[in-house]
């Protein structure tokens, strides 16, 4: 009894032998290392949003620097959206340059710094 008992249990056990699957970014397209992932709600929680998408840290504190939680929430509560938009066409061009652990502090944009 205790042979089965074993055997089940090492059956059920992760086997040291496989890898992770990586992440990879729905804004950028490049994997994301464990230490720059981020839950971003495609649509706002003060919104009503629910679901989440990994993303790098970086790209995640871009897009809340560039739109409003209304805008996210009507317009842009999807990875392909946000590609298309120009601003983000730019920082994904310029993050596709760096390494998968850049990070760096991303301002807010002016047009939000106004409102």
């Not at 317009?75 to 601003?87: I, K, R, T, Y």
């Not at 760096?98 to 760096?104: G, L, R, S, V």
């Given at each position: 009894m205790i042979g089965k008992i074993r055997q089940k249990l090492i059956s059920l056990a992760p086997s040291?032998?496989?890898k992770m699957v990586d992440l990879v970014c729905p804004i950028c397209d490049r994997p994301i290392p464990e230490s720059?992932?981020?839950?971003?709600?495609?649509?706002?929680?003060s919104k009503g949003g629910k679901n989440t998408a990994y993303l790098h840290r970086?790209?995640?504190?871009?897009?809340?620097?560039?739109?409003t939680e209304t805008e996210l929430a009507t317009?842009?509560?999807?990875?392909?959206?946000?590609?298309?938009?120009?601003?983000m066409q730019r920082f994904i061009h310029w993050v596709k340059?760096?390494?998968?652990?850049?990070?760096?502090?991303?301002?807010k944009s002016t047009r939000l710094r106004e409102t």
């Open positions: 040291p032998y496989l720059q992932k981020d839950a971003h709600h495609l649509v706002p929680r970086i790209c995640h504190r871009q897009i809340h620097a560039l739109f317009q842009f509560n999807n990875a392909s959206v946000l590609q298309g938009h120009p601003e340059t760096k390494p998968n652990y850049f990070y760096e502090k991303s301002r």
